[in-house]
């Protein structure tokens, strides 16, 4: 780029160059990569029969079924169910826990943690465990810590929830992923989960006397 | 009752907004970031902002414009000041051979446009891939008209360079 960023050629109005439709072509197919199944298969009109009353009421059901399990996949709606949430937010990152075991040479960088956390509303210090994924995610239409940490069998996750208020553990356990949302003394909580098996006591007390939230 | 249901339509016509627009979104989202990963999470955020802010919207004609702008603010806000995540050329080179079929050019077009400076690649998404003019493209990025036409022609020229296409017009960039 030089300091005079105008074009002084010729070029037609919108940049584009008569006779090169081939070009334009295969820049518009090369643009439209392809969208993720699960993403368009959620694009997928409905097709009421408009002359039967029966079936516009179901579309409309299907309607709002669709609206409301839409905005729940994609974090900006709780389902209602906390322990579920975190079990499908899991399940919306299966590259999270996908390798049983890291060596330390795989782990995330204290300072790369540290600013996730951050970014999350938290700070965490010394902190035991190996923490091998780290990153920010849209969780009940707040942004939050999603750590992976190094349990004994396999990987732990990790979710710091500072706006997620709970009266007392409350237990996950679906599709073989068990552990404990735990609320804190100093509000919020956090969830700990990890498969069938997994000790998850010291983890969890750990991340609990490590964690404050961001003020 | 009245309440309820014009929440129910509210939800319906969200719903049937995001059916439409959301692939146009991802993709948008995808080639200002170079990442599937943080173009799914910007979408996903600026989508739930678009829901908050939806009952206030009156000009369902420019929709698609207020979802564009969301999308590219939520990219600026969550992944260009934070700088979170690194970008891995080798990565997204491999992303995007992944996804591409079995025509060559496609895919040599792909890692071109992946390779382009961000201040050529974004208006070239949204003259594209979205049909934004011009001047939306100008009003949307806050540069002016000209400088939104060099970008599109500079960015088609080095294209077109990495196609092995003789470009009509000399170099393009004033080098």
Same mark, same amino acid.
């Given at each position: ?215 | ?37 943080? *173009?799914?999470? @910007? ?5 739930? /902002? ?5 009952? $206030? &919207?009156? #000009? ?64 070239? *998404?949204?003259? @594209? ?5 011009? /001047? ?5 990025? $806050? &540069?002016? #008209? ?30």
């Amino acid at each position: 780029m030089t300091g005079n960023d105008h074009v002084t050629g010729e070029s037609s109005r919108d940049g584009r160059e008569p006779n090169d439709a081939a070009f334009e072509e295969l820049l518009s197919r090369a643009l439209k990569i392809d969208v993720p199944a699960a993403r368009a298969a959620r694009t997928v009109t409905r097709r009421p029969a408009p002359w039967r009353w029966a079936a516009v009421a179901a579309g409309v059901l299907l309607t709002v079924g669709v609206s409301v399990r839409l905005l729940q996949d994609y974090g900006y709606l709780p389902t209602g169910s906390l322990a579920g949430d975190v079990v499908a937010h899991i399940h919306h990152e299966p590259g999270a826990v996908r390798i049983p075991v890291v060596s330390k040479g795989d782990a995330v960088a204290a300072a790369e943690v540290s600013a996730i956390v951050l970014a999350g509303g938290a700070r965490i210090e010394h902190m035991q465990p190996m923490v091998r994924y780290a990153k920010l995610c849209p969780f009940r239409g707040e942004q939050v810590a999603h750590l992976v940490v190094q349990g004994e069998a396999g990987p732990v996750t990790v979710l710091l929830l500072p706006h997620e208020e709970v009266d007392g553990p409350v237990a996950v356990d679906e599709d073989g992923f068990v552990g404990t949302i735990v609320p804190l003394d100093i509000g919020g909580s956090i969830a700990v989960v990890g498969q069938t098996g997994e000790p998850l006591g010291e983890i969890q007390s750990e991340v609990a006397a490590a964690v404050r939230w961001r003020l | 009752m009245t309440g309820k249901i014009s929440h129910l339509e509210r939800r319906r016509r969200f719903d049937a907004l995001v059916r439409e627009l959301r692939p146009e979104l991802y993709r948008y989202a995808f080639w200002l970031s170079r990442s599937r990963s943080v *173009a799914d999470d @910007v979408v996903q955020e600026a989508l739930l /902002r678009a829901w908050k802010a939806f009952g $206030d &919207l009156r #000009e369902t004609g420019s929709t698609k414009q207020w979802l564009v702008t969301i999308v590219r603010r939520e990219h600026a806000r969550l992944y260009e000041r934070k700088r979170f995540d690194t970008v891995d050329i080798t990565d997204y080179e491999e992303e995007i051979a992944a996804t591409s079929d079995d025509d060559p050019d496609l895919g040599k077009m792909r890692q071109a446009i992946f390779r382009l400076d961000d201040a050529y690649r974004e208006p070239l *998404a949204l003259q @594209v891939l979205l049909g934004h003019t011009t /001047r939306e493209i100008a009003e949307l990025t $806050d &540069l002016n #008209e000209a400088t939104v036409l060099t970008r599109l022609h500079r960015a088609r020229h080095r294209l077109k360079l990495e196609m092995g296409i003789e470009p009509e017009d000399g170099p393009g960039d004033g080098s």
